[in-house]
């Protein structure tokens, strides 16, 4: 995937998580970085905000590069590391999605 | 005006319900695997397999983006096969499954998925059966795909209720349409008389129950089944 593409990404899933926090007034997230930690150990999402940003990036993907991509797929359920842990792993996730 | 997703609309009930939303002055978005000829310009007409995950994923993208925020989901495809356990061959329970089940889960899902993104809430309605708590002979894969339905729309109220979207489910009796063309007259009489009411349902019936669980009054009715002439 090429870097301008990358970053995009990237974009995208700061400003989803960004407006997430707002929405679910998460304290921590209201100034995501790429490092973020997001679900698991030390993150600040519970399972429902984890399933409402996985939604909201998933259409967001869709309307940003026209592609439907499925986040929470056999891949990522059966990862050894989970692609929801961190801003960093999901924009990875995302990529690796959109490349096919 | 309000957008709604019947499935299975090219004939029978679904093409009934969708005619009758229509004429209400809803948007509907249907689909079945073949073409259909419901023409109207509110409908939208998608030919795809429930149990197609890809297709269903694109479908109700498109729905969202060209008809707007979807209000509910009237998941009505299904398939029946009226025989004996021991004859029924594998092929015929897992093609029930996929339809009934499968279908039902990954429409709820999408279109869970986007009333999510869009903060709006909504409606979604499976379809279940009286064959389940009459636990009628000759159905045993139909009613067990219902059974399973029913669970699914349980505890699917329960994970969506935070995103103020409900989720029910109505269990017809037998109404005239193909899904039960080739039961035995006798057959049916029997399992008429195991109502409280016998008589056949009628579609206005299913509507009555599709209305009140789409009504914006009943925020509060989630997880539940009704079922029609008096079974429980």
């Known amino acids: 995937m090429n870097q301008t593409k990358n970053s995009r990404v990237e974009t995208l899933v700061l400003e989803t998580v960004k407006q997430l926090a707002i929405d679910f007034e998460l304290k921590g997230l209201e ?12 993150g600040a999402l519970d ?9 909201d990036l998933e259409a967001g993907v869709e309307d940003a590069f026209g592609v439907s991509i499925t986040l929470a797929d056999e891949r990522a359920l059966s990862a050894a590391r ?3 842990r961190s801003v960093e792993s999901l924009v990875e996730a995302i990529s690796e999605r959109l490349e096919g | 005006m309000k957008t709604l997703i019947i499935t299975g609309t090219r004939k029978g009930l679904g093409r009934s319900l969708a005619e009758y939303y229509l004429k209400a002055g809803w948007q509907v978005a249907g689909c079945s695997r073949s073409p ?3 023409s109207h310009a509110s409908y939208r007409h998608f030919e ?4 197609d995950e890809k297709a269903v994923v694109e479908m109700v993208a498109a729905v969202d983006q060209q008809m707007g ?4 989901l009237v998941n009505n495809a299904g398939v029946a096969s009226m025989n004996h356990a021991l004859l029924t061959p594998l092929s015929t329970l897992k093609r029930i499954f996929d339809t009934n089940v499968s279908g039902s889960f990954l429409f709820a899902r999408e279109v869970a998925k986007r009333m999510s993104r869009r903060r709006s809430g909504g409606r979604i309605i499976n379809f279940s059966t009286v064959a389940h708590p009459l636990d009628l002979e000759g159905e045993s894969a139909y009613a067990a795909s219902k059974a399973a339905v029913e669970s699914f729309t349980r505890i699917l109220a329960r994970e969506l209720a935070s995103m103020q979207i409900t989720v029910n489910a109505v269990g017809p009796t037998p109404i005239d349409t193909d899904l039960i063309r080739g039961v035995p007259a006798a057959k049916m009489e029997a399992l008429l008389t195991r109502q409280a009411i ?3 349902g009628q579609i206005e019936d299913v509507i009555n129950v599709l209305e009140f669980f789409l009504r914006e009054e009943s925020s509060f009715i989630t997880g539940q089944t009704i ?6």
């Open chain 1, 82 to 84: 989970s692609p929801f």
């Open chain 2, 48 to 51: 795809l397999d429930v149990a």
């Open chain 1, 31 to 42: 100034v995501p970085r790429r490092e973020s930690l997001l679900y698991g150990d030390g």
């Open chain 2, 198 to 200: 016998q008589r056949k």
């Open chain 2, 227 to 232: 079922y029609l002439g008096g079974v429980h």
């Open chain 1, 47 to 55: 399972s429902m905000a984890l399933v409402n940003l996985l939604a």
């Open chain 2, 69 to 72: 925020p979807i209000y509910g």
């Open chain 2, 36 to 38: 259909s000829d419901l």
